[in-house]
């Protein structure tokens, strides 16, 4: 493949630099692909917390959108914050009319530090118009039960229901991350559902025991994006694999880091540093 790979990245701004537009830009550059970006959210935030959101205009959004589709070709596009439904709608548009590639949803609704990020008519947004054009959705276990309008699930038995119930709710893949469950219900191992129209498969890896967690999900929806752009045409079975596995040893490198005094962030750029 002779031209560069390109994802876009829509999402929010994190100022500590661990999740949002910064997460997802370090991981498409640690994948080799060239990252683009529309911004829907300004956060003032480090590892302890949210201290506040700035949403972008929703028509400045559209303009972003337009400036970035009209000029360059996005092999793959990462979704995540979108604050609130005039954004949400926008991007809904951008979606349904331009050509994004594959399009992973990371329906970012809570922050680690349990901080809410999206008021309840962009849910509704959400899960009723953007999350059926999505080619993948990876919710978190709080995130499922917010979508599917139930009880968070507390088992793998739970995390599989949910996931074949929002597959056949929205049509869309899902990849229900099962980090949230409790090591008690999942034993030693991470455990996440993906639910295709080919059923569901099980994606095991060993649990870490970290509290560099900061900005995971936006860093494992980005690196979807990353694969989809690098390898088109192949299932999400096998771009999930090589997601994780980015992912699993991101976090295992994200002590070693030692950024700020609460949830700290994962290390995307740990090949760069593991060759120094």
Known sequence: MSDSRVALTIAGSDSGGGAGIQADLKTFAAHGVFGTSVLTALTAQNTRGVRGVHVVPAGFVGEQLDAVLDDIAVHATKIGMLADADVVAVVTAAVRGRDLGPVVLDPVMVATSGDRLLDPAAVHALRTDLLPLADLVTPNVPEAAVLLDTDPATDLDGCVAQARELLRRSGTAVLLKGGHLS???????????????????????????????????????????????????????????????????????????????????LDHAFALRENR
């Open 183 to 265: 090591a008690h219900s999942a034993g030693a191992e991470s455990v996440d559902v993906l639910a295709t129209a080919t059923g569901e498969v099980l994606v095991r890896r060993p649990r870490v025991a970290t509290t560099a967690t900061h900005g995971t999900g936006c860093t494992l929806s980005s690196a979807l994006a990353a694969q989809a752009a690098l390898h088109p045409g192949s299932g999400w079975q096998t771009l999930v694999d090589l997601a994780r596995d980015y992912l699993q040893a991101a976090l295992l490198a994200g002590a070693r880091l030692r950024v700020g005094s609460g949830h700290g962030p």
